[in-house]
């Protein structure tokens, strides 16, 4: 499937850590003729960390889009009843982020847009980075493999001696990842061997 033309949104949570491999997906997104929305969950946009300043975050998804970045539950709310977007991509997706969507709760930016694209039967993916998908979130992980309309970017082991439990994303799969959800079809596999 081609996806020039697709409306997506990239949605960060806090795994501040991989936010420089996001920025190279959402580049290649754009080249690609994709209409990208950025939204940032409430810690995303306001943490400094030793990855980086959120403002130059902020700044750099901005210039590469062309858009402002969503960065409130009201403004994410707008998303689901006026039908924007075609997908959304959550990416990092936080532990935190893979808890709260397996259990319902909708208390950030993030989850409100999910909410929302879920709302109007729409694909949501989830480009983990988890220290603690092979213990607390494995239950997580499972539940949210066989719930409708989301989708994985495949992921396996990022550190499994110095962190067994410890799981991420291949983030240069995310255009294949996006293709085969827009087709309702799960790129495969799914689980990766350890890096």
């Given at each position: 499937m081609n996806i020039s033309g697709k409306?997506?949104?990239?949605?960060?949570?806090?795994?501040?850590?991989?936010?420089?491999?996001?920025?190279?997906?959402?580049?290649?997104?754009?080249?690609?003729?994709?209409?990208?929305?950025?939204?940032?969950?409430?810690?995303?946009?306001?943490?400094?960390?030793?990855?980086?300043?959120?403002?130059?975050?902020?700044?750099?998804?901005?210039?590469?889009?062309?858009?402002?970045?969503?960065?409130?539950?009201?403004?994410?709310?707008?998303?689901?009843?006026?039908?924007?977007?075609?997908?959304?991509?959550?990416?990092?997706?936080?532990?935190?982020t893979l808890a709260k969507m397996a259990n319902a709760i909708t208390d950030s930016t993030v989850l409100m847009s999910a909410k929302g694209l879920l709302r109007n039967n729409k694909p949501v993916i989830l480009a983990i980075s988890t220290n603690d998908a092979l213990s607390n979130n494995l239950k997580n992980i499972g539940l949210l493999i066989n719930t409708k309309n989301i989708y994985f970017v495949p992921f396996g082991q990022d550190n499994y001696k110095a962190k067994p439990n410890s799981m991420i994303a291949q983030f240069d799969l995310i255009p294949s990842t996006i293709e085969h959800a827009l087709e309702g079809k799960q790129l495969q596999p799914i689980i990766l061997a350890p890096a």
């Open positions: 409306k997506i949104g990239v949605a960060f949570t806090g795994s501040y850590c991989t936010f420089d491999k996001v920025i190279p997906q959402i580049e290649r997104l754009v080249k690609e003729n994709v209409d990208v929305y950025p939204i940032f969950s409430e810690q995303s946009k306001s943490t400094d960390t030793r990855f980086g300043k959120a403002s130059d975050f902020l700044k750099r998804v901005k210039e590469i889009t062309g858009k402002d970045p969503i960065i409130t539950i009201t403004e994410a709310e707008k998303l689901g009843p006026n039908n924007i977007l075609d997908i959304i991509l959550v990416a990092p997706c936080t532990g935190n």
